[in-house]
């Protein structure tokens, strides 16, 4: 077993875009794939939820672990299999007897990857009080393994910045945001331990608004009527994310770089960039 192991963890995928672009950036990276892929898929199908297929899919394609945040429950079928999801994570802060689990430890060529995932509560949904359901789940999962990464699914930047630095006291490998859809580049090592950056961004349409087609978007900020939002399909893609390096003995990560690249579709060719 490595005494080192590379993690990926990509920002949220959205729509078929998403899939598309993460697809093949996993399969372009051949020998150089990291050991374990982590990606938030609460927008993976059709930007809002996430199908039973989709998520088959998303791990055909190479990914480990998935996580997901205030959107996870769009598509009705996932209360039909999110309990025996064993790959899938929904936000711990869900109330005693949600569907689901708020943390799982995936083994992976005798490694263990202990997967946490929390919603934000300023400018969110009402949700439960985390920080000691996160302190809970990290002493459980410490008893199986040190490599420890959370995904906190929030607005507010200094929320994210707090409970990394809180969490980072305890020990945990990594916490990365989501939700914003926008990476943002202060990608950093708390406390000599824990990888961290505000938001990871996300993969699928660059040409729209967030991944989601732009005309509708603008016309909801204008008018300020609800319309249906559709997933952008420009052909123009991206995908984001981070790649930390991580002692499998002691959990601590030891460096951290971003993921910011461009996979276009051209006269039935991919185009990578960046």
């Known amino acids: 077993m490595k005494d080192k192991i590379n993690i990926m963890f990509l920002g ?3 729509g078929r875009p998403g899939r598309w672009a993460v697809k093949n950036y996993i399969a372009s990276l051949s020998e150089n794939k990291p050991d374990f892929i982590i990606a938030n898929a609460e927008n993976a199908s059709h930007g809002f939820g ?15 672990g998935l996580t997901s945040g205030n959107h996870i ?8 299999y999110i309990s025996e999801a064993d790959k899938l994570v929904r936000p711990i802060n869900y109330p005693k007897g949600t569907h689901g689990k708020g943390y799982r430890i995936i083994e992976k060529d005798g490694y263990k990857v202990g997967i946490i995932n929390v919603l934000g509560r300023t400018f969110m949904g009402l949700v439960d009080s985390p920080w000691e359901m996160i302190k809970d789940a990290i002493d459980e999962i410490k008893k199986e393994t040190n490599i420890i990464i959370m995904d906190i699914h929030a607005e507010a930047s200094a929320e994210k910045i707090c409970m990394a630095k809180y969490f980072a006291k305890l020990g945990i490998t990594g916490v990365l945001g989501t939700h914003t859809h926008v990476q943002t580049a202060d990608e950093r090592i708390y406390e000599g331990c824990c990888a961290y950056i ?5 993969c699928g349409d660059s040409e729209g608004v967030i991944g989601m087609e732009y005309e509708t978007s603008v016309k909801r900020l204008i008018t300020s009527i609800p319309e249906r939002l559709d997933v952008a399909t420009s052909g ?3 995908v984001n994310g981070v790649i930390f390096t991580v002692n499998v003995l002691t959990g601590k990560a030891e460096s951290i770089k971003r993921i910011n690249t461009q996979i276009n579709i051209s006269e ?3 185009i990578m960039k960046g």
């Open 12 to 14: 949220d995928i959205v």
């Open 50 to 64: 996430l199908t039973k297929k989709n998520y088959n899919e998303l791990l055909d394609i190479g990914i480990d």
């Open 73 to 80: 429950w769009d598509k009705r079928e996932i209360f039909e």
């Open 268 to 270: 039935d060719n991919i």
């Open 236 to 238: 123009k893609n991206q």
């Open 198 to 202: 505000t938001d990871a961004g996300f």
